[in-house]
């Protein structure tokens, strides 16, 4: 059980730069220093078309305490660096509400 022991891996927040380009669009450079444990789980791999050809894309399910997610402030425009991965966050759930365990739904960036 999540809540009964330390969680295996340690995720580095990387959270938007915050700076805008000269159109007013947000730019694609990302910094953090939060650290956050975690556990991983790959759902699925695998190939889809995409652009000029095939690409493989992964989805993952991380873990994680929920007053961890509230501290480090964690939404859907942040990524996650795990064990050299780094995942784009889809989708944030609050398991049963009970604002306990967290579990982000994540594609892999390459």
């Known amino acids: 059980m999540i809540s009964a022991g330390r969680l295996r891996y340690a995720a580095t927040v990387l959270q938007p730069s915050g700076s805008k ?11 953090g220093n939060r650290v956050v444990r975690c556990e991983l789980t790959q759902l699925s791999g695998s190939e889809v078309e995409y652009a000029h050809g095939a690409t493989e894309m ?25 064990r050299g991965k780094t995942l784009r966050i889809t989708q944030v759930l609050n398991t049963y509400e ?3 365990i967290a579990v982000l739904l994540c594609t892999e960036v390459n």
């Open 98 to 100: 009970a604002d306990r």
């Open 21 to 31: 380009d000269a159109l007013g669009l947000r730019d694609s450079s990302f910094a």
């Open 58 to 82: 992964n989805l993952w399910q991380v873990r994680c305490r929920w007053p961890d997610i509230a501290r480090c402030s964690i939404t859907t425009a942040c990524r996650l660096l795990v």
